[in-house]
């Protein structure tokens, strides 16, 4: 294997990885810390800014779509086999920014699929008080995201399509080569 495929693949599975595993360990925390059943205790961190509260998620983003996990299972699992695809295929997958892009995404999908399969719900638990309550996984997807969209918009496709060249039959040299009469 050369190492031109393992450059584009680690960093973003060392990026997913682990956001993955900070995401699994932070939720695993929080349950214990807070107990097992949603909104027993909080904890302030910072006012009214930042506190961390146990909540079961069972729709999407916001909790948008509530009681439909097995369907988001499905639906994730698909949007995720799509980021590879388009990773492999379609994305400038030498970039930097695309790189830390797919592993926040993957990490971050990843970590919300697991809570799916293995819960039946997500566990979110950053409250900033005027936003709906998330957790790592989730701001992993919405940083990288954020970065694919700037770089699509801002910087796009870095190899520059190369010009076609014109074809050489050969008719050019042939008239090249012959006498001009007087």
Not at 62 to 72: D, I, K, N
Not at 156 to 175: F, I, K, N, V, Y
């Amino acid at each position: 294997m050369s190492l031109r495929p393992i450059r584009r693949w680690l960093l973003p599975l060392l990026l997913g990885l682990s956001l993955f595993l900070a995401d699994q360990l932070s939720k695993q925390w929080i349950v214990t810390t807070l107990g097992a059943q949603p909104h027993q205790r909080s904890l302030v961190l910072w006012g009214d800014w930042l506190t961390l509260v146990y909540s079961r998620n069972t729709g999407v983003a916001f909790g948008l779509f509530p009681h439909m996990s097995q369907f988001f299972i499905f639906t994730s699992l698909l949007v995720t086999i799509g980021m590879l695809y388009a990773y492999v295929y379609h994305l400038p997958n030498q970039s930097l920014s695309i790189q830390v892009a797919l592993g926040m995404i993957l990490g971050g999908a990843m970590g919300n699929i697991l809570d799916r399969v293995r819960l039946g719900y997500v566990v979110d638990f950053i409250s900033v008080g005027w936003w709906p309550v998330f957790n790592l996984a989730d701001s992993g997807i919405t940083l990288g995201v954020t970065v694919l969209a700037l770089y699509l918009i801002f910087i796009g496709d870095e190899a520059p399509t190369p010009r076609p060249q014109p074809r050489d039959d050969g008719l050019l040299r042939e008239l090249l080569k012959r006498d001009v009469p007087d």
